[in-house]
C-alpha cells in the first residue's frame, strides 16, 4: 500500500495518503463526523478493524431500545454513510463497555423503520448484532503459535 512522509513536526514518521481514504477527515482519532438534521453528532465514520464504519458511541440505559431491545441509527446517517462507502454499523455502550457490530448492508435489509419522537430512524434487534464484551479475546487479534517441546514429548 503506498504511504507518504510526513512534513512538519512529525517529519520521519510515515501514514498513508489521503486519497486511500477519502471519506476520512483529518482527524485521525475519530474520523468524519456524521450529524442529525438539528446539528448534533450522530457518529463517526472511521476505521475499524480495517473497515470503513459508522461508529456511535452511546449509554445503553438511555438509548437502547426496550421493544424490541435493539439499537436504531438516523436514516439519513445511516444514507451518509453508505454513500460515503462504510461496510459496518458499530455502536460502543459506554456503560457497560460492550461492543455491537453488524455489517450496513445487513442493518438496512433486516432493519425496520421507526419513529418515536427522534425522526425517521431505521432500528435493527438485538439478535441481528454480533456482540463483544469488555475483555473478550478476539481469534483474528491474538496470534499465537504452538510449539511442542522436544524434552516435553520425549517422557523418560
Do not use: C
Not at 454513500?83 to 453488524?102: F, I, K, P, Q, W
Not at 438485538?126 to 478476539?138: D, M, S, Y
Amino acid at each position: 500500500m503506498p504511504r507518504a512522509r510526513l512534513q512538519g513536526p512529525n517529519a520521519g514518521r510515515w501514514k498513508r495518503p489521503r486519497e486511500l481514504y477519502p471519506a476520512l477527515a483529518s482527524r485521525a482519532t475519530r474520523g468524519r463526523r456524521l450529524f442529525l438534521a438539528d446539528g448534533r453528532v450522530a457518529g463517526h465514520l472511521t476505521l475499524w478493524r480495517g473497515r470503513l464504519a459508522l461508529v456511535k458511541q452511546v449509554v445503553g440505559s438511555r438509548h437502547m431500545l426496550r421493544r424490541p431491545p435493539g439499537w436504531a441509527v438516523d436514516e439519513g446517517v445511516l444514507a451518509k454513510a453508505e454513500a460515503a462507502g462504510a461496510e459496518l454499523v458499530v455502536v460502543r455502550d459506554s456503560e457497560s463497555g460492550v461492543v455491537y457490530h453488524t455489517p450496513l448492508a445487513r442493518f438496512i435489509a433486516d432493519g425496520f423503520p421507526l419513529e418515536r419522537g427522534h425522526g425517521r430512524q431505521r432500528a435493527l434487534p438485538l439478535a441481528a448484532w454480533t456482540v463483544e464484551r469488555r475483555g473478550q479475546l478476539f481469534l483474528f487479534d491474538v496470534e499465537e503459535t504452538y510449539h511442542e517441546s522436544p524434552d516435553l514429548a520425549r517422557k523418560t
